[in-house]
């Protein structure tokens, strides 16, 4: 694997049935990156045959949840003088991202990165509707941050945070269809009804403070099943979303109006087990 990038980077990548993306995600990364670790969640596909091909460092691990793996998988990487690239299989890097990167004079003075998330949706750019792009911290010096243990939207806290916002992009661009993606959203609905329950139970109340879940829970004070569409027409009307054309009105109907349903629906349900 050749090394072009000056800076030190390892990148890890978390995998359960990627055989559709990986070879990409790898081949994306691995003329610029020291190493691409992969933590997998024992993939029935040819995830694992891909990876070992491409010679990437290869993990199996059984999933509990993304901070999990994350967290798990950081505490064997023992070198300290590098940094860590926190990328998703179904994702890639802009093109001359580590370019830009090399381009940073005082990077010296950071430990954290946080980048422009991009969405691909049905082959389309988001642009409008206040969800994309987004800025999340994706790198960071090693052994300076930690995941928080959330069932969903996990964040890694930087222990001394000094971090550089940055508009280089990473873009998320799933290749599967709408099977995998009601799928993928059913699980992440009820994982999102439990991280609801644990905030509003004051669970770990400490690791919430200036989270983005707080901001959620202004929302979560609206009428259930009323929420999503006012969510809805908040987002396609007032953020705009109708800009998108048809792929906009698809991108909302699906990513906020089914989706907070479907939060709604498991909410719903815990509340009954609850008191039954």
Same mark, same amino acid.
């Given at each position: 694997?050749?090394?072009?990038?000056?800076? !030190?980077?390892?990148?890890?990548?978390?995998?359960?049935?990627?055989?559709?993306?990986?070879?990409?995600?790898?081949?994306?990364?691995?003329?610029?990156?020291?190493?691409?670790?992969?933590?997998?969640?024992?993939?029935?596909?040819?995830?694992?045959?891909?990876?070992?091909?491409?010679?990437?460092?290869?993990?199996?691990?059984?999933?509990?949840?993304?901070?999990?793996? @994350?967290?798990?998988?950081?505490?064997?990487?023992?070198?300290?003088?590098?940094?860590?690239?926190?990328?998703?299989?179904?994702?890639?890097?802009?093109?001359?991202?580590?370019?830009?990167?090399?381009?940073?004079?005082?990077?010296?003075?950071?430990?954290?990165?946080?980048?422009?998330?991009?969405?691909?949706?049905?082959?389309?750019?988001?642009?409008?509707?206040?969800?994309?792009?987004?800025?999340?911290?994706?790198?960071?010096?090693?052994?300076?941050?930690?995941?928080?243990?959330? !069932?969903?939207?996990?964040?890694?806290?930087?222990?001394? !945070?000094?971090?550089?916002?940055?508009?280089?992009?990473?873009?998320?661009?799933?290749?599967?269809?709408?099977?995998?993606?009601?799928?993928?959203?059913?699980?992440?609905?009820?994982?999102?009804?439990?991280?609801?329950?644990?905030?509003?139970?004051?669970?770990?109340?400490?690791?919430?403070?200036?989270?983005?879940?707080?901001?959620?829970?202004?929302?979560?004070?609206?009428?259930?099943?009323?929420? !999503?569409?006012?969510?809805? @027409?908040?987002?396609?009307?007032?953020?705009?979303?109708?800009?998108?054309?048809?792929?906009?009105?698809?991108?909302?109907?699906?990513?906020?109006?089914?989706?907070?349903?479907?939060?709604?629906?498991?909410?719903?349900?815990?509340?009954?087990?609850?008191?039954?």
């Amino acid at each position: 694997m050749k090394k072009k990038n000056k800076i !030190p980077i390892q990148a890890i990548v978390l995998t359960l049935n990627e055989e559709k993306h990986i070879l990409r995600c790898i081949k994306n990364l691995k003329l610029d990156v020291q190493k691409i670790i992969v933590v997998d969640s024992f993939s029935s596909d040819r995830t694992s045959k891909i990876c070992k091909k491409e010679k990437v460092r290869f993990y199996q691990n059984k999933f509990k949840s993304h901070s999990n793996q @994350l967290n798990w998988i950081l505490k064997k990487i023992k070198k300290k003088n590098i940094w860590i690239l926190r990328i998703d299989a179904d994702e890639i890097v802009e093109k001359n991202f580590f370019k830009k990167l090399n381009l940073i004079k005082n990077l010296n003075d950071y430990n954290a990165i946080e980048f422009t998330i991009e969405h691909i949706f049905l082959g389309n750019k988001i642009n409008f509707g206040g969800v994309y792009p987004q800025q999340q911290i994706r790198m960071w010096r090693n052994k300076s941050g930690i995941f928080d243990n959330k !069932p969903m939207d996990e964040k890694i806290k930087i222990l001394n !945070p000094k971090i550089l916002k940055s508009k280089i992009k990473i873009i998320d661009y799933n290749l599967k269809g709408f099977k995998f993606w009601f799928t993928k959203h059913n699980f992440y609905a009820k994982q999102e009804s439990k991280l609801f329950f644990m905030y509003r139970n004051k669970i770990k109340k400490s690791s919430y403070k200036n989270d983005i879940f707080r901001k959620k829970m202004n929302y979560y004070k609206f009428p259930i099943f009323v929420r !999503p569409f006012l969510l809805f @027409l908040y987002r396609y009307i007032l953020k705009r979303g109708f800009l998108d054309g048809y792929v906009g009105i698809k991108f909302c109907l699906m990513q906020t109006l089914y989706y907070r349903l479907l939060v709604d629906f498991y909410i719903a349900k815990r509340f009954l087990i609850k008191f039954k």
